[in-house]
C-alpha cells in the first residue's frame, strides 16, 4: 500500500492544479501553495521548532506557578501542621524584613537625591558666581578717570 500523501511539497499535478486555481481564485492563495511547493519540505522543522519553544516558554510558565505555590504565594500546604506554621511565621519575618529594606531603600533614594540637588545647587551658584563676576564693570578703572560730562553728546541716544 502507498501512503505518499497527495498534496506533499513537491511539484505533483495535484499541487499544480490547485496553485493555479489558488491564483484564479485570490492570487495570495496561489503565492501560498507556491511558498508550499518551494518551502514546504521545511515546515516539519519549522513545526518542531516552534513546538519546543512554546514549550519552554509555558514551562516557565509552569516553573513560575511552582514557586509561588511553594513560598507560600499559593495553598500549598505540606500537611505537617508544625512545618507549616514555621513556614508561616518564616514568611511572615520574611516579609518585614522586606518591608524594612525597602523603606531603607527610598531613604537611600531620598537622601542621594537631597545629594544632587545639593550638588547641582552648588554648581549653580559657582556658574553664577562667574557669570556675575565677568560681566560686572571694574571699578579699579572707573576710579582714576573722571565721571564723563553729562550733556548733549554723551550718550549715543541723546544725537
Known sequence: MNTTALIRPAWTPATIALMVIGFMVFWPLGF??????????????FKRDVNRATDGIFAG??????????????????GNVAFDDWREKELERLAEERRKLDEMLTEFDDYARELRRAKDQEEFDRF?????????PTTTDSADKPAPKRGKG???LDD
Open 154 to 156: 554723551t550718550n549715543l
Open 61 to 78: 510558565c509552569r516553573r513560575g506557578s511552582d514557586k509561588a505555590a511553594r513560598w507560600g504565594h499559593g495553598s500549598a500546604r505540606t
Open 32 to 45: 501560498a501553495m507556491l511558498a508550499y511547493i518551494i518551502w514546504g519540505d521545511r515546515l516539519e522543522g
Open 128 to 136: 553664577m558666581a562667574n557669570r556675575n563676576k565677568h560681566t560686572a
